[in-house]
């Protein structure tokens, strides 16, 4: 009986867990525009855009830095998101936009980029990037994706981010995860945000329970666990 008792305790206390860790703050909400660095990129076809403007407003998106001449977790997580496109079909260019940002600008023109796309079948909706030195790493740091060059053999951490702009939510992965997981977590954040979204005749009262974590600009803290960190914003 006192077994029982325990197990049911514990059971309780679980639950109790999971509601606070995803219970999202009702102060969160969509992070201002000058947030994000509205910094001028370059895709692999040649086309200038704005990465607030035309990448990020209004959009779910997953965001990840690459440099084509890493040797080790780049061609890794490349195939990865690969498989993943592959995975979520046409839910790719329509639902969720992928950015993959080079962190060696200097060395990866757009032509070789667009070789590097090429050479992992990237297909619609999917856009390799580049653009200054120095953008790009305020970007990234804004974006909590920055790691120190020393920090591994590759000179970053093979992050993945998804954020859902309107709503202020971003969530942080390794882009090494299976992809099979990778594909479940992008479905289930893309269903969540279909689910939630009010309707045209009604709106919620409160906001809806999702992941969320506080973050300082630089990367996300609190919470994170070997697979993901949950980021709903950061402090000024």
């Known amino acids: 009986m006192r077994k029982n008792l325990l197990r049911a305790s514990g059971a309780v206390l679980s639950a109790v867990a999971l509601a606070v860790l995803f219970l999202r703050p009702a102060s969160a909400g969509r992070l201002p525009a000058d947030h994000f660095p509205n910094i001028e990129l370059t895709t692999q076809d040649g086309k200038k855009v704005r990465f607030y403007d035309d990448l990020i407003k209004d959009k779910i998106v997953a965001i990840n830095l690459i440099y084509t001449s890493c040797e080790y977790s780049c061609p890794l997580e490349t195939a990865r998101l690969a498989q993943v496109q592959k995975m979520l079909g046409d839910r790719v260019g329509k639902d969720i936009f992928f950015y993959s940002i080079s962190i060696d600008p200097e060395n990866d023109t757009p032509e070789t980029l667009k070789a590097y796309a090429a050479k992992y079948?990237?297909?619609?909706?999917?856009?390799?990037?580049?653009?200054?030195?120095?953008?790009?790493?305020?970007?990234?740091?804004?974006?909590?994706?920055?790691?120190?060059?020393?920090?591994?053999?590759?000179?970053?951490?093979?992050?993945?981010?998804?954020?859902?702009?309107?709503?202020?939510?971003?969530?942080?992965?390794?882009?090494?995860?299976?992809?099979?997981?990778?594909?479940?977590?992008?479905?289930?954040?893309?269903?969540?945000?279909?689910?939630?979204?009010?309707?045209?005749?009604?709106?919620?009262?409160?906001?809806?329970?999702t992941p969320s974590v506080m973050a300082t600009r630089s990367a996300p803290t609190c919470w994170e666990s070997p697979m993901s960190a949950i980021v709903t914003g950061w402090s000024a």
């Open 121 to 209: 079948h990237a297909g619609p909706g999917w856009l390799f990037l580049t653009g200054k030195k120095d953008e790009i790493d305020l970007l990234s740091k804004r974006l909590g994706l920055y790691s120190e060059p020393a920090a591994s053999l590759d000179g970053h951490m093979p992050h993945l981010l998804l954020g859902n702009e309107p709503l202020g939510e971003w969530m942080r992965n390794s882009a090494l995860d299976n992809p099979r997981f990778l594909a479940q977590t992008i479905g289930d954040f893309l269903d969540n945000y279909r689910n939630l979204r009010p309707s045209p005749r009604t709106a919620p009262s409160v906001p809806p329970a």
